[in-house]
């Protein structure tokens, strides 16, 4: 199922694709993961450029670090997103990790996010990150497994002010 899949840097050429991604995952009402598909694609090539721009530095919210935003297509599909923070805040530490990723939700249980982890683990190491934390939901049984899969060997869980358990894992790469 996950062969053919490829990381791509988000491109105005998948338009079409990224905006039925989107509207799959607002249909749904689920909580868009990672946070970069939250951002409104009303002006496309603005939102693709911001995403390109912030891999670089550029625009940051004061306290933010870079991020890589890539998006996981087979042929002309969308099928998830990650991205990668190059540096860990004491907030990511506890409750972000350096890569956040989701899978459009009609994709799921194929094997897509397995597949998206390992290539972002690729990234990050090409990024000169040797240590990756991922953490997850305490609740987010699948999300724990894909980590796990892909080498998380499991360190202290966090519990942030909601009372929400977050799991934390390192991956030495």
Do not use: M, S
């Given at each position: 199922m996950t062969n053919g899949v490829r990381l791509?840097?988000?491109?105005?050429?998948?338009?079409?694709?990224?905006?039925?991604?989107?509207?799959?995952?607002?249909k749904s009402g689920e909580t868009m993961i990672p946070w970069v598909i939250e951002k409104d694609p009303t002006d496309f090539a603005a939102m693709v450029q911001s995403l390109l721009e912030a891999a670089l530095g550029i625009g940051l919210p004061d306290g933010w670090v870079p991020d890589s935003t890539y998006w996981l297509v087979k042929d002309d599909n969308l099928i998830g997103a990650v991205n990668i923070r190059h540096a860990l805040t004491e907030k990511l530490r506890n409750e972000g990790g350096h890569i956040g990723y989701g899978i459009r939700p009609s994709e799921r249980r194929k094997?897509?996010?397995?597949?998206l982890l390992a290539l972002a683990?690729?990234?990050?190491?090409r990024l000169g990150i040797n240590e990756?934390?991922?953490v997850c939901n305490e609740t987010n049984t699948a999300s724990r497994k894909t980590i796990v899969n892909n080498g998380g060997k499991q360190a202290a869980n966090y519990t942030d002010k909601a009372g929400n358990?977050?799991?934390r894992f390192w991956i030495n790469m």
């Open positions: 791509i840097q988000p491109t105005v050429d998948f338009k079409a694709a990224y905006l039925d991604f989107h509207d799959e995952w607002v094997g897509y996010a397995t597949r683990l690729e990234e990050a190491k990756v934390l991922v358990v977050i799991n």
